[in-house]
């Protein structure tokens, strides 16, 4: 038991050791509690409206809270409890975006919006959009404090927030980002889920 554990706090913290389809964390994790360098095992169920809303000031802002690392799926390496493409934001086209993101791990983690293809790629590059990036995306940054930013999805497609730390998106840290020519409010699908709409 005590063996199982440590392996696995030990993969938490390497995460570069980790296939692609690395298995969720093992169920002896939950209830365990160190600092969570594998994600908050006690956060509460994820509900899309804690993590997108229609700024009403501004006009045509959407406001997405991006967490990292909210709890224990895929050994933490996840935003707001998703990992490798399972939740969905959508924004309509040249609406500005501004994210606010937190990370509630001590292992290091951030968020850049790249087009999708570029996930599984070790190091991620330069944001799609203008300012589309946490300062210093490969290096990471630790802690609850907000790092906020924000930019224009000002060209529709598909593109994904990303970890920028080398490899951890590769690994699955990444969620789906579309910018649609044709919506007309912002969204955000969690799996098969109807799409949660903000208005
Ligand atoms: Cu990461």
Redesign the pocket.
């Given at each position: 038991m005590f063996r199982k554990i440590a392996l696995a706090c030990v993969l938490a913290l390497s995460p570069m050791l980790q296939a692609a389809d690395a298995p969720s964390a093992p169920a002896a994790l939950a209830g365990h509690d160190h600092g969570s360098p594998a994600g908050d095992s006690k956060a509460p169920e994820p509900q899309e409206s804690m993590f997108l809303s229609v700024d009403p000031k501004a006009p045509k802002t959407a406001r997405l809270v991006v967490v990292?690392a909210y709890n224990a799926v895929n050994y933490g390496?996840n935003f707001n409890g998703f990992a490798k493409g399972g939740a969905r934001y959508t924004i309509p086209q040249g609406w500005t975006v501004a994210v606010v993101f937190t990370n509630n791990s001590p292992v290091p983690?951030?968020a850049i919006v790249v087009e999708k293809p570029v996930v599984k790629k070790l190091q991620m590059g330069e944001p799609a959009f203008k300012g589309a990036s946490t300062p210093y995306p490969v290096r990471?940054t630790t802690g609850k404090v907000g790092m906020p930013f924000q930019f224009v999805a000002d060209e529709a497609g598909e593109f994904a927030i990303a970890?920028g730390?080398p490899s951890?998106s590769a690994n699955g840290?990444w969620i789906a980002f579309d910018v649609s020519a044709t919506a007309t409010a912002p969204s955000l699908q969690f799996g098969d889920k109807a799409p949660y709409v903000a208005r």
């Open positions: 990292s390496m983690h951030s990471g970890c730390f951890h840290h």
